[in-house]
């Protein structure tokens, strides 16, 4: 079992940076591979990056070259950086765990853990 905690939401004018962390419970969280999602109002959950445990990294067109994940396990932590923000950035970011991440890392099922999520608002 994992318990996750996401942080570092807030509100940022587009072109800005924002960093997002999320706090895994247990001392497994090196063995997890870890995913980011968000959701914006009246639209599914859509993948943003992952990090497998050996930390190669996937990303969606979307955010590839602005956004950067990255994982610190002494710290028990997935962290989002986000550049060059864009309005159509703004949603509700979920951090997730995987137990085993196959080849469909782009997909919610593909994860067994969920944070309860942070609100990132880009004004334009």
């Known amino acids: 079992q994992v318990q996750l905690v996401e942080s570092g939401g807030g509100l940022v004018q587009a072109g800005g940076s924002l960093r997002l962390s999320c706090a895994a419970s247990g001392r497994t969280f090196s063995s997890y591979a870890m995913g980011w999602f968000r959701q914006a109002p009246g639209k599914e959950r859509e993948f943003v990056a992952a990090i497998r445990r050996t930390y190669m990294t996937y990303y969606a067109e979307s955010t590839k070259g602005r956004f950067t994940i990255s994982r610190d396990n002494a710290k028990n932590t997935v962290y989002l950086q986000m550049n060059s923000l864009k309005a159509e950035d703004t949603a509700i970011y979920y951090c997730?765990?995987?137990?085993?991440?196959?080849?469909?890392?782009?997909?919610?099922?593909?994860?067994?853990?969920w944070g309860q999520g942070t609100q990132v608002t880009v004004s334009s």
């Open positions: 997730a765990a995987a137990s085993l991440l196959g080849s469909y890392y782009g997909q919610t099922s593909a994860f067994d853990y």
